[in-house]
């Protein structure tokens, strides 16, 4: 039977939400085609990052001490070494920082083609049809690997839905991989810490997102107060964040954060496919534009056609209303 291996990102030993999607999309792979779902994160087998990956069938914890900081060199050999025990038919990423640095020069070396930043597949008769997006989001490719397997795949953020980890019940079984220490090429300094007033709105799960027909940045407050009252993360589209209302921090879209929360509040954004793009993984959608022929209606669950400085302060009070 052939394999779909994962390998997962982790922080402070934990598995990233982007690494639980690429599990998912994993799954969802290995059911279409019938194969085995294998999991691989670096640590250690007690770690408890690894009792969350419930839905693998088998879980390498890739443990070697030139494996405790990352570096392109000592990812590329673990992970060569790993699919050439294995010899999985496909091999999925996150689509993240550390994938895009090392994946590319695995793919060179294993002599396969490498797929980046999938948003969904189609199997068919035992053949795989990957898409990913271009043009920010405009046209749709779809592609076949024609070379040998592995097929390597990186998973696009918000594209596959994580479920809810579940514990496993699989013997995590330890992969020590032969590493020199010679063999690596670049020193690893202090992780990047980011400042503390950013936003990882990536994890957020209730967002409220506002576009420019908010009309002025005194009127963000409107906004503000409505994310309050629900306890969600305060984002926009691009033109908001480019006129300096909000800090670049908070953009959702193509050229900004992608996130997937359980419920996306879009206020006064027309849906451009640029912002389309950054959350179409949202699970719940809910639009407030006065245009009822505005795009985002399109891929929204509810809408409210109405003038968003009406509507926004009475859904506030309602929700406070609800809460006591």
């Known amino acids: 039977m052939s394999t ?12 990233t939400r982007i690494s639980l999607e690429a599990l998912a999309a994993g799954a969802k792979l290995a059911s279409a085609t019938g194969a085995v779902l294998a999991a691989a994160m670096v640590g250690t087998a007690n770690g408890t990052g690894f009792s969350a990956l419930g839905a693998a069938s088998a ?23 790993l699919i050439s025990r294995l010899q999985p038919e496909f091999v999925l990423f996150p689509h ?18 490498l797929i980046s930043d999938v948003t969904g597949f189609q199997a068919d008769a035992g053949r795989v049809t990957f898409t990913r997006q271009l043009f920010q989001g405009k046209l749709n490719g779809q592609y076949r690997a024609a070379s040998p397997a592995p097929c390597l795949i990186s998973v696009q953020a918000g594209a596959f839905r994580a479920d809810a980890p579940t514990a496993t019940s699989v013997a995590i079984e330890t992969f020590v991989p032969e590493l020199d220490a010679s063999a690596i090429r670049t020193a690893p300094s202090e992780p ?5 007033q950013t936003v990882d709105l990536s994890s957020a799960p209730l967002i409220v997102s506002v576009g420019r027909g908010i009309k ?28 300096g209302w909000l800090p670049m921090e908070r953009q959702v879209g193509s050229s900004g954060q992608t996130v997937a929360p359980r419920l996306y509040l879009a206020v006064g954004i027309s849906g451009a496919i640029q912002h389309l793009v950054g959350m179409k993984g949202s699970q719940c959608v809910v639009a407030i534009n006065k245009d009822e022929n505005a795009p985002i209606f399109e891929i929204a669950d509810y809408g409210i056609v109405g003038d968003l400085f009406e509507v926004v302060p009475a859904l506030t009070a309602a929700v406070r209303k609800a809460k006591g």
Do not use: M, W
């Open 4 to 15: 779909v291996l994962v390998f997962l990102e982790a922080k402070s030993g934990e598995p």
């Open 59 to 81: 879980i390498y914890a890739l443990d070697h001490p030139l494996l405790a900081h990352y570096t392109a060199d000592g990812y590329t050999a673990a992970c060569v070494q």
């Open 96 to 113: 993240t920082y550390e994938v895009r640095d090392f994946a590319p020069r695995l793919a060179t070396r294993l002599g396969r083609v």
């Open 192 to 196: 990047f810490r980011a400042a503390a």
């Open 216 to 243: 002025d940045e005194a009127n963000i407050a409107l906004i503000k107060d409505l994310a309050d009252a629900l306890g969600a993360e305060l984002a926009a589209s691009r033109p908001i964040c480019d006129a």
